[in-house]
């Protein structure tokens, strides 16, 4: 009896382990980084919707690359885009969008590096190949 009870204490001291080590606060560039892949993923999201509004497919293509300077640019542009404002998700796209472009300038401007200033990738990403198996 007493191995079991030993086995559940450790059990539950490597549970507590688990869960604390995973309520680490996420870093400046971890925080950028996840907000810029969902926007990017609620956009194409957007894109595709059947109700979505026709004037959501005028507007800028919005892939974002963290660590391209135009991205700055190019979330300027979307947030400041004038039409399609009466689509509820457009909007709260475009509020994310603000969000990033605050965080990015003011929040973590000394803790991002950026890698390139190639606007045009940001207009035609490179897809990665996944082959099939």
């Given at each position: 009896k007493i191995p079991t009870t030993k086995m559940l204490l450790s059990l539950i001291a490597l549970l507590s382990y688990a869960l604390v080590a995973n309520t680490a606060p996420p870093t400046c560039y971890s925080r950028v980084l996840s907000l810029s892949k969902e926007i990017t993923e609620s956009f194409k999201e957007l894109q595709t919707s059947k109700a979505v509004d026709s004037c959501v497919?005028?507007?800028?293509?919005?892939?974002?690359?963290?660590?391209?300077?135009?991205?700055?640019?190019?979330?300027?542009?979307?947030?400041?885009?004038?039409?399609?404002?009466?689509?509820?998700?457009?909007?709260?796209?475009?509020?994310?969008?603000?969000?990033?472009?605050?965080?990015?300038?003011?929040?973590?401007?000394?803790?991002?590096?950026?890698?390139?200033?190639?606007?045009?990738?940001?207009?035609?990403?490179?897809?990665?190949?996944?082959?099939?198996?």
């Open positions: 497919t005028m507007m800028p293509r919005l892939y974002l690359d963290i660590h391209n300077y135009c991205v700055l640019a190019k979330l300027r542009e979307f947030v400041a885009y004038p039409t399609c404002d009466r689509v509820l998700e457009v909007s709260e796209l475009k509020e994310k969008a603000r969000s990033l472009y605050t965080i990015m300038i003011s929040y973590c401007r000394r803790d991002l590096v950026f890698l390139t200033d190639d606007c045009n990738a940001l207009e035609s990403p490179i897809v990665p190949h996944i082959e099939s198996s």
